[in-house]
């Protein structure tokens, strides 16, 4: 890039489809551009939309009703905290993991072709170190959790091996997904009370169902481009029929959801109906993107796919007003 003039060199050591203003852009060195580009952090949206069900499941486990143990309800600020660091990191590591699979496939994909792999700005042993480090910031947080936790946590490797390969072979690669981006669903709630029960694998069940819609509307963005090179997708599979699909997925992702709140207890032990509520608003927040959709329109179709972090923000306020409304008016 040495004979292009600077500020068309900047833009070409971006990618298509960040945000020019990204604070990596603004903040980082040059030199780092690629490998925050490899780990997606100047597209946050997807380690929010990992976090999601870790951060629910944490704000729903201390609400399990124990007649025989004292709870405040309120989630752990730690496991917070070690949540939000091993979502970035670990979807960085899923993202660097991704592209080294799916390099052949980005080079012919409008979208993702200037990706640092298939534009050659990283080369494939820089990846693979770059891997390796995120995932060692993954598994450092891991070991802040019980046993129990760490194991179920180092079980959800062998989904997140498996999925860049299910495009290939499936039409489901989002079914494929919502397992690997549910997992905390799982972990939250093992990590709180050291094994799983009813209500987190509902919880799961429910969050991958809302896995598979919103990454439906993302690979919309895509679908003539892996129509041409043979990519599979929930997108291609549903086609003129996903708002229907969509209505579907989302009133699953709201009835499972329901039921972990009534399996943990949340009933029970005093009144919780913020967090049902919570589902409340969050159900229209979901029939507003289903409303709005425009599957041909491949900028509105990222806007809501972006804008489940909302929906993740009204379940988690939900439940930690459940929370504090019990803390409140306790009973017994």
């Given at each position: 890039?040495?004979?292009?003039?600077?500020?068309?060199?900047?833009a070409?050591?971006?990618?298509?489809?960040?945000?020019?203003?990204?604070?990596?852009?603004?903040?980082?060195?040059?030199?780092?551009?690629?490998?925050?580009?490899?780990?997606?952090?100047?597209?946050?949206?997807?380690?929010?939309?990992?976090?999601?069900?870790?951060?629910?499941?944490?704000?729903?486990?201390?609400?399990?009703f124990?007649p025989?143990?004292?709870h405040?309800?309120l989630?752990?600020?730690?496991?917070?905290?070690?949540?939000?660091?091993?979502a970035?990191?670990m979807?960085?590591?899923?993202?660097?993991?991704?592209?080294?699979?799916?390099?052949g496939?980005?080079?012919?994909?409008?979208r993702?072709?200037s990706?640092?792999?298939p534009?050659?700005?990283?080369?494939?042993?820089?990846?693979?170190?770059?891997?390796?480090?995120?995932?060692?910031?993954g598994?450092?947080?891991?070991?802040?959790f019980?046993?129990?936790a760490?194991l179920?946590?180092?079980?959800?490797l062998?989904?997140?091996?498996v999925?860049p390969?299910?495009?290939r072979i499936?039409d489901w690669?989002?079914?494929?997904?919502?397992?690997?981006?549910?997992w905390?669903?799982?972990m939250?709630w093992?990590?709180?009370?050291?094994?799983?029960?009813?209500a987190?694998?509902?919880?799961?069940?429910?969050?991958?169902?809302?896995?598979?819609?919103?990454?439906?509307?993302?690979?919309?963005?895509?679908?003539?481009?892996d129509?041409?090179?043979?990519?599979?997708?929930?997108?291609?599979?549903f086609?003129?029929?996903?708002?229907?699909?969509?209505?579907?997925?989302?009133?699953g992702?709201?009835?499972?959801?329901?039921?972990?709140?009534?399996?943990?207890?949340?009933t029970?032990?005093?009144p919780?109906w913020?967090a049902?509520?919570?589902l409340a608003i969050?159900?229209l927040?979901?029939?507003w993107?289903?409303?709005?959709l425009d599957?041909?329109d491949?900028?509105q179709?990222?806007?809501?796919?972006?804008?489940?972090?909302?929906?993740?923000?009204?379940?988690f306020?939900?439940?930690?007003?459940?929370a504090?409304?019990k803390l409140?008016?306790?009973?017994?």
């Open positions: 890039m040495k004979n292009l003039r600077p500020g068309v060199a900047r070409a050591e971006r990618v298509s489809d960040a945000p020019s203003n990204n604070w990596v852009y603004r903040v980082l060195p040059r030199g780092v551009w690629p490998y925050a580009q490899l780990a997606r952090w100047d597209r946050p949206i997807g380690w929010q939309l990992l976090l999601w069900p870790c951060w629910w499941a944490a704000a729903l486990a201390p609400q399990r124990t025989s143990a004292v405040t309800g989630p752990s600020g730690w496991h917070l905290l070690l949540f939000v660091i091993g970035i990191a979807r960085g590591a899923g993202c660097t993991y991704n592209d080294l699979i799916d390099e496939i980005d080079s012919k994909v409008a993702t072709r990706r640092p792999l534009s050659g700005r990283v080369s494939r042993l820089e990846a693979k170190l770059f891997l390796v480090v995120q995932a060692l910031v598994l450092l947080v891991l070991l802040q019980n046993v129990f760490i179920l946590g180092i079980a959800s062998a989904i997140v091996a999925y390969f299910l495009k499936t690669p989002q079914l494929g997904l919502g397992f690997a981006f549910s905390g669903a799982l939250g093992a990590a709180y009370w050291g094994g799983l029960e009813r987190p694998l509902l919880l799961y069940a429910g969050c991958i169902l809302w896995t598979i819609g919103y990454d439906t509307i993302y690979a919309h963005q895509d679908k003539e481009d129509a041409l090179i043979g990519v599979r997708s929930t997108a291609r599979l086609g003129r029929h996903t708002k229907s699909a969509l209505t579907v997925l989302y009133l992702t709201i009835l499972f959801m329901a039921a972990s709140f009534f399996m943990a207890g949340t029970a032990g005093g919780a913020p049902y509520c919570g969050g159900a927040q979901m029939s993107q289903i409303m709005t599957i041909d491949a900028d179709c990222l806007r809501l796919f972006k804008s489940n972090t909302v929906f993740g923000w009204i379940i306020f939900g439940l930690i007003f459940s504090l409304w409140s008016f306790p009973i017994g």
